[in-house]
């Protein structure tokens, strides 16, 4: 099959979503498929085409950039002529402007994968691109006959529940083969830990949608029964689609700066050590932007369990294992709650449990329904 990926972000961009994709795009390359993904050129010093792990990989002059997505018509273009050569158009939403171009597609070729709502703010421009926004992707859904989602129990709490009927649920394909039990001790050191205080770590980009807030103001409670804690936050701030809000973190951590340490990015040799050194992984999501949560997966591969908030979406994979606690959205009484029930009660994780979430089960699902839609 021919495939071609389209989305705004691709590698190096870190993102749940852009590393989904890029997980999906090597994956079916890797079982022969031709796989094609246009994205936007996102960063000038990247070239507009290469092959990266055998994918053809497509980067489309800016127009200008709108919160995390931006204006391309060379991108739009681009799409209504590769989807005259591919066998499938698999563009993963939210796209702001893919509806535009839906009549000039076959859409008998199209599968979105819906990946989240939006939420683009309150003011009078925000509001008109987020209509605008959920006008154009419902173009999209209602010429598809299948879309894929992350998870059903997201899709039928989100906008276009009412196409349900019609989802697929594929979940990210995670390669499992890279995670597991690390000795983090170089790790520690290098961050200056000192003795064995309870460690509360979390993975993501230093971005609104995460919470983040709400875990710092947990602090509190987490001191009622603990005097030795400490508070990792690992994550990038500084290259990130929207903005970054490390100001807003950086004011919180200072009413607790023998609690809380903000760490940045890590590599992926320190991403799996760090893994291994928390006790809990907490992902306090409060928005809808945030649909899965990837790293909960990982955590669990390394052994450690997981604290996330009970939404949908970020609330199956503890659903799903038992291997964790869900807490209140924007509580942080009860994120400090199920945190101290974790720590005081270790959760044993069996990584056979895991294997719904392998990478070859994914991408065999993938492969299955791309194949459904052009037999």
């Known amino acids: 099959m021919k495939i071609l990926i389209i989305l705004y972000y691709y590698h190096p961009y870190v993102s749940g979503l852009s590393l989904l994709a890029k997980a999906q795009a090597e994956g079916l390359s890797r079982r022969g498929h031709t796989v094609t993904v246009l994205t936007l050129h996102h960063q000038a010093e990247l070239p507009k085409y290469e092959v990266l792990n055998g994918v053809h990989v497509v980067r489309t002059k800016v127009m200008a950039k709108i919160g995390k997505g931006g204006i391309s018509w060379d991108c739009l273009r681009k ?13 993963h939403l939210p796209m702001a ?10 859409t008998q070729k199209l599968v979105p994968q819906y990946h989240c709502d939006l939420n683009l703010g309150d003011g009078f421009l925000s509001r008109l691109l987020q209509r605008f926004s959920y006008w154009s992707m419902g173009r999209v859904l209602a010429g598809s006959s299948q879309v894929i989602a992350t998870s059903l129990d997201y899709f039928s709490n989100c906008h ?3 196409y349900i009927s019609s989802a697929r649920q594929v979940y990210p ?6 995670f597991g039990l690390r000795n983090a001790e170089t790790l520690k050191k290098r961050l200056g ?5 309870h460690l509360i770590g979390f993975v993501g980009r ?7 807030e709400y875990l710092i103001r947990a602090i509190p409670f987490l001191e009622k029964k603990y005097d030795d804690f400490l508070i990792l936050i690992a994550g990038d701030y500084e290259n990130v689609a929207g903005g970054s809000v490390r100001g807003e973190i950086d004011s919180l951590i200072s009413q607790y700066p023998d609690r809380v340490r903000l760490i940045g990015y890590l590599d992926f040799d320190d991403l799996i050590a760090f893994y291994n050194l928390i006790d809990v992984l907490v992902l306090p999501s409060v928005d809808p932007l945030e649909a899965f949560g990837m790293v909960q997966v990982e955590a669990m591969l390394c052994g450690t369990p997981v604290v996330a908030s009970d939404m949908p979406g970020v609330r199956e994979v503890i659903r799903k294992t038992g291997y964790g606690r869900l807490a209140r959205v924007c509580d942080p009484q009860d994120i400090a709650a199920k945190m101290i029930d974790v720590l005081d009660d270790p959760i044993v994780i069996d990584r056979s449990q895991l294997t719904v979430f392998d990478f070859d089960h994914s991408i065999g699902e993938y492969e299955k329904l791309f194949s459904e839609m052009i037999d």
């Not at 209504?80 to 563009?91: R, Y």
């Not at 394909?173 to 890279?178: G, L, M, T």
């Open 79 to 91: 799409i209504i002529a590769l989807s005259k050569t591919h066998d499938i158009v698999n563009p």
């Open 160 to 162: 276009f529940s009412k």
């Open 206 to 212: 230093i971005v609104a949608e995460k919470g983040l």
């Open 193 to 197: 830990i000192d003795g064995r205080p």
């Open 97 to 106: 402007h893919f509806g535009l171009i839906v009549p000039f597609i076959d």
């Open 173 to 178: 394909p995670i390669d499992q083969s890279r």
